[in-house]
């Protein structure tokens, strides 16, 4: 579904590499966890996916067509946004908007969608992430992780082949973490493809797939989940892991 080769990026002209000759490849129905520490250059590499940032070098093939990440066109970027959704750390709501207005704004007027089928979209999105009585609520009356689930029901409205999640649960308190993780386990069980960074080690070894390990900008190791927790391959990963899962849980 989607490849991207080398991508280089630098936020200053004369700074330092962000993104150090990146590639990985994503398959239809996939959940790929990008792991590493914080300034490995993840959510950066996230971001230039999307063409919130635009990569200095790198190609992306994404349903059959190659783009050029540097120079690719606004038109292009807009038709490969229509097929794909970006969750957000911060929720990202419109605060003056209305849960059911959040998820349906982007099908009536990013997609001239008529009002009455892009609620019914809404309610049904609303309704798989657990938040079908909460309609007609504003982001203020809803604690962190019922706004971040209304961000992920937004996601589902506009039908995305594949969901990019920047560190979903970063900005909410320990006990409702569990809720969000809850709903993404749900998405991904039903074969949404995911793209996700995050910290959460029990989401990325129990409902990922696959394992993106990256440092200083480059991907150290990749490869099934299972793999990387049980076994990883190089130094560097088992020392993640064992500072995870301890010693005595990784194989050389």
């Not at 239809?28 to 996916?49: E, F, Q, Y």
């Not at 798989?128 to 937004?154: K, N, W």
């Amino acid at each position: 579904m989607l490849t991207v080769e080398n991508i280089h990026k630098r936020f200053l002209t004369d700074g330092p590499e962000v993104l150090r000759g990146v590639s990985l490849e994503v398959k239809k129905g996939d959940v790929v966890a990008i792991l590493g520490p914080s300034g490995s250059g993840k959510t950066t590499l996230l971001r230039c996916i999307n063409y919130l940032e635009r990569a200095d070098e790198g190609t992306m093939t994404f349903d059959g067509q190659t783009f050029d990440m540097h120079r690719i066109q606004k038109g292009q970027i807009a038709a490969i946004r229509r097929k794909t959704a970006f969750v957000f750390q911060n929720y990202n709501l419109f605060l003056n908007k209305t849960v059911l207005e959040n998820v349906t704004l982007g099908l009536t007027v990013g997609r001239g969608m008529h009002r009455d089928q892009a609620r019914d979209i809404g309610v049904e999105s609303l309704r798989r992430v657990g938040m079908a009585d909460r309609t007609s609520a504003y982001p203020r009356e809803l604690s962190g992780g019922q706004q971040q689930r209304v961000a992920i029901a937004r996601a589902l409205a506009s039908s995305p082949e594949i969901i990019y999640f920047d560190e979903p649960t970063s900005a909410l308190d320990p006990e409702l973490i569990g809720e969000v993780l809850g709903v993404m386990r749900e998405v991904a069980q039903d074969g949404m493809t995911m793209l996700v960074v995050t910290h959460e080690m029990e989401f990325a070894r129990h409902v990922s797939s696959q394992v993106v390990f990256m440092e200083q900008g480059q991907i150290v190791e990749s490869g099934s989940s299972q793999g990387f927790f049980e076994a990883p391959r190089t130094e560097r990963a088992r020392a993640f892991v064992r500072s995870i899962l301890g010693q005595h849980r990784v194989k050389e």
